[in-house]
């Protein structure tokens, strides 16, 4: 069950971020909501944008990066992973990519304000000219999500298989003997 537990935990901190994220940007420019995007939601609310949107995004963003995570935390022999033992470095991935989406946020607005990117084509004329600056915003906060999570996922599959050889294994024990050591000097000391 611990293989299913981890596919659920990506796909539900995924969607719980995508939510939060398309809250926010929904906010920022609800344009890129329903213009940019296929309109799926009859709606120009943008919360009633934000949690669809957040959910149909970025269930497969979870998917994706879960499935292998879940199988290099559980197959072989070595010391597995559990779906617990992963909670904390998958917190740690969502608050770097919604930090990453901030920074590059910052980035694309600083950037269209300046006329260095601009929209092109079709969205230039559908998108109203008042909110170019904005629907770029939500555009590089978007891309940088998706790219911080993607390249993050990488990371920590990779982590995960690593931490589980041989060699992590033995490296973690002898640490634990050695604080365990030291911990039995010190108290005599006392």
Same mark, same amino acid.
């Given at each position: 069950?611990? @293989?299913?537990?981890?596919?659920?935990? *990506?796909?539900?901190?995924?969607?719980?971020? /995508?939510?939060?994220?398309?809250?926010?940007?929904?906010?920022?420019?609800?344009?890129? $909501?329903?213009?940019?995007? %296929?309109?799926?939601?009859?709606?120009? &609310?943008?919360?009633?944008?934000?949690?669809? @949107?957040?959910?149909?995004?970025? +269930? @497969?963003? /979870?998917?994706?990066?879960?499935?292998?995570?879940?199988?290099?935390?559980?197959?072989?022999?070595? %010391?597995?992973?559990?779906?617990?033992?992963?909670?904390?470095?998958?917190?740690?991935?969502?608050? $770097?990519?919604? *930090? $990453?989406?901030?920074?590059?946020?910052?980035? /694309?607005?600083?950037?269209?304000?300046?006329?260095?990117?601009?929209?092109?084509?079709?969205?230039?004329v559908r998108v109203p000219h008042d909110k170019h600056v904005l629907f770029l915003? &939500?555009? +590089?906060?978007?891309?940088?999500?998706?790219?911080?999570? $993607?390249?993050?996922?990488?990371?920590?599959?990779?982590?995960? @298989?690593? *931490?589980?050889? %041989?060699?992590?294994?033995?490296?973690?024990?002898?640490?634990?003997?050695?604080? /365990?050591?030291?911990?039995?000097? &010190? *108290?005599?000391?006392?």
């Amino acid at each position: 069950m611990q @293989w299913l537990g981890i596919i659920c935990l *990506s796909i539900a901190s995924c969607v719980t971020y /995508g939510i939060i994220h398309d809250l926010i940007t929904a906010r920022i420019c609800v344009e890129f $909501f329903t213009i940019g995007h %296929p309109p799926i939601f009859p709606t120009q &609310d943008p919360t009633l944008l934000g949690l669809g @949107w957040g959910v149909i995004a970025t +269930w @497969w963003v /979870g998917a994706i990066p879960g499935v292998p995570l879940a199988i290099v935390s559980r197959i072989g022999s070595a %010391p597995k992973t559990s779906t617990a033992q992963l909670l904390r470095p998958i917190v740690m991935l969502m608050t $770097f990519s919604a *930090s $990453f989406a901030l920074v590059m946020g910052c980035a /694309g607005f600083v950037a269209a304000k300046n006329d260095s990117v601009f929209l092109a084509g079709d969205l230039a004329v559908r998108v109203p000219h008042d909110k170019h600056v904005l629907f770029l915003t &939500d555009l +590089w906060m978007h891309c940088a999500s998706y790219f911080a999570g $993607f390249a993050g996922g990488i990371i920590l599959i990779l982590y995960t @298989w690593r *931490s589980r050889s %041989p060699s992590a294994a033995q490296t973690k024990a002898e640490q634990s003997v050695g604080h /365990g050591a030291a911990d039995d000097a &010190d *108290s005599r000391h006392r």
